[in-house]
């Protein structure tokens, strides 16, 4: 079978545009979808972000990014962090995924996003999205030296901001071994049928003043390592209250600490030590007979 080619995209898409499965494409700097641009992805099209440093972007690092306004018509997609050569490699050290919304004003990392009701709200669909080594970390040791290096804050792999639930249609995300948090949700209201976070290096699930809705299935492995406060689910409340709401008949996996600070109202999973600092193991499995709530209301 002949290998398909490579395309790299262009720093802005300012026209519907069509990505083939016959290609593979690139991103190395920073990629941004614009408003009112609609990015159609063929079945199971493979998205490779180029790990290392590139100033002209806004994360110093491949980043993709749908401007509010935006939309994109997908079935099953992949990203990847890649090296120079375009090969998938298993590291993360780029920018990740950003979807932006017209929901709510919503910032994080040096990227921000403001309501303008001037401006279309973002339409985001598709059956699944699934990345690997996405996201950078705040810290690396050097090849030359062996020491750690700081470079700054790290950035998880797929951050959502300022997004509501008539703007996002995706069914499935699937997010594994982020250099941060999995999937990150800054002042968003969203929906999906399933969430699959494994092995990330910080959290699984950050909401920040968000909601978060699973209908069908939430999987979240993040194995206890040495790492500290390293939970499966970080809240924020600066702009208000975080809630993760898990609905009846959804097939839960939970595998790591539960977090800090946090609430669950459940008739069927266990109580999870919740102390500030905590690193006491959390395990559940099961399908809800009932939805469950996680959420905190003030605390951080």
Known sequence: MKPPSVEVLPSRIRQNTTLSAK???????EVRVLKNVLVTIQDRVTILLING???KSCARRSTLIFDQGSRLKANKVFLRAANESFKPVKSADNGGLWF???????????????????????????????????GRK????????????????DIDAISILGLGPNEWNVDTIKSHYSADDGIDLNNSHIRMNRLEVKYPNEDGVNLSSSRLEIHRSLNLDVTKSKLLDRDLIDLETDDGA???????????????????????SSDEMPRPNTKTDNET??????????SALIYSIDKD
Not at 140 to 147: A, L
Not at 249 to 258: E, I, R
């Open 242 to 264: 975080s809630y993760l709401e898990l609905h009846t008949g959804c097939s839960v996996k939970l595998n790591g600490v539960f977090g800090d600070e946090v609430i669950l």
């Open 281 to 290: 193991s959390y395990h559940f499995e099961g399908k809800l007979k009932k």
């Open 53 to 55: 440093v590139f100033e």
């Open 138 to 153: 705040e810290q690396y040791v050097s090849p030359k030296s062996g020491k750690k290096v700081h470079i700054g804050d």
């Open 23 to 29: 290609k593979v494409y690139v991103v190395q700097g």
């Open 100 to 134: 932006m919304g017209n929901y709510a004003d919503a910032s994080k990392d040096g990227i921000d996003v403001k309501t303008n009701r001037k401006n279309p709200l973002s339409l985001f669909s598709a059956h699944a999205i699934t990345t690997h080594y996405l």
